[in-house]
């Protein structure tokens, strides 16, 4: 079962997810350089503070909570600390180039909470093979937002098209580490539709994906009660039922990924220089 990562500061939702199995929740502390690598995109910049995880901590009785921080920076032994206090099960480190820093996060943690990767620059895909075995990392995660940027895509999943996660995921696994990627929307929605997102999920042996903010957008004829909850419910049963493909049928939907992925990649303007991550 693939973990669904929930990014949340709201007790209530919190409280809705551990409900449901495989959820992760998510409190996101990232700010430093956010609003800038992402401007003039519709893309999530967080308001979420440190007292969130605490507060989110709180409601959960099954549910890992992961805290992302910032960027390693002269605050971070007292961000890390302060998170750790609050609880935190998991702590993410976005942004990073080189190895020297994932290591030196590494060694700042100091084995109190596994660690997860976030691979979302050029220079963290290239330099791969030198950080993969840093201790104390249980999961890679790549972040498609900032990674297409740095290298200079016009689409978010143009890396997964291009085979790119394929070699990640091959390296990750290999280390017997945790795999995860980018973000989904609900089945049937998306410039790559979200069932098509969940196969590739499926095929690369994934074990974690962001739902994305249309998961909490209410159809007309649904229950705002319960549209959350049966779309989480619609998503575990794609994935069984993508779990079961022969590998002809794995190879098929593959293809026909590369192909929308490149389609609509050609449809789009490559991004300006203020864009670039």
């Known amino acids: 079962?693939?973990?669904?990562?929930?990014?949340?500061?709201?007790?209530?939702?919190?409280?809705?997810?551990?409900?449901?199995?495989?959820?992760?929740?998510?409190?996101?502390?990232?700010?430093?350089?956010?609003?800038?690598?992402?401007?003039?995109?519709?893309?999530?910049?967080?308001?979420?503070?440190?007292?969130?995880?605490?507060?989110?901590?709180?409601?959960?009785?099954?549910?890992?909570?992961?805290?992302?921080?910032?960027?390693?920076?002269?605050?971070?032994?007292?961000?890390?600390?302060?998170?750790?206090?609050?609880?935190?099960?998991?702590?993410?480190?976005?942004?990073?180039?080189?190895?020297?820093?994932?290591?030196?996060?590494?060694?700042?943690?100091?084995?109190?909470?596994?660690?997860?990767?976030?691979?979302?620059?050029?220079?963290?895909?290239?330099?791969?093979?030198?950080?993969?075995?840093?201790?104390?990392?249980?999961?890679?995660?790549?972040?498609?937002?900032?990674?297409?940027?740095?290298?200079?895509?016009?689409?978010?999943?143009?890396?997964?098209?291009q085979g790119i996660l394929d070699q990640i995921a091959a390296t990750v696994h290999a280390r017997r580490l945790r795999f995860g990627f980018g973000g989904i929307a609900r089945l049937d929605e998306g410039l790559l539709s979200g069932r098509d997102v969940l196969a590739e999920h499926v095929r690369l042996g994934s074990s974690a994906v962001v739902l994305s903010r249309t998961f909490h957008r209410a159809g007309a004829a649904a229950s705002v009660a319960n549209d959350f909850e049966r779309e989480v419910s619609a998503l575990r049963l794609a994935e069984q039922v993508l779990a079961a493909r022969v590998p002809q049928k794995i190879e098929a939907d593959r293809l026909r990924t590369v192909h929308i992925v490149s389609s609509v990649a050609m449809s789009m303007v490559l991004p300006t220089s203020r864009g670039m991550a």
């Open 1 to 161: 079962m693939i973990d669904l990562l929930q990014i949340t500061n709201d007790p209530a939702l919190a409280r809705r997810c551990d409900a449901l199995p495989g959820m992760r929740l998510f409190v996101d502390l990232e700010v430093h350089g956010k609003a800038e690598r992402q401007a003039g995109r519709n893309t999530f910049i967080s308001t979420h503070r440190l007292e969130d995880v605490g507060r989110i901590k709180s409601q959960l009785q099954r549910s890992l909570l992961m805290v992302r921080v910032n960027p390693l920076h002269a605050g971070t032994p007292d961000e890390l600390d302060a998170v750790l206090a609050q609880g935190a099960d998991w702590v993410m480190l976005p942004m990073f180039q080189t190895p020297d820093e994932l290591q030196a996060f590494s060694r700042i943690v100091a084995g109190r909470a596994p660690i997860v990767a976030l691979l979302e620059t050029a220079g963290a895909l290239q330099s791969l093979d030198d950080w993969v075995g840093t201790p104390g990392l249980c999961e890679v995660f790549v972040g498609l937002n900032d990674l297409h940027l740095s290298l200079g895509c016009r689409f978010m999943f143009e890396p997964l098209g």
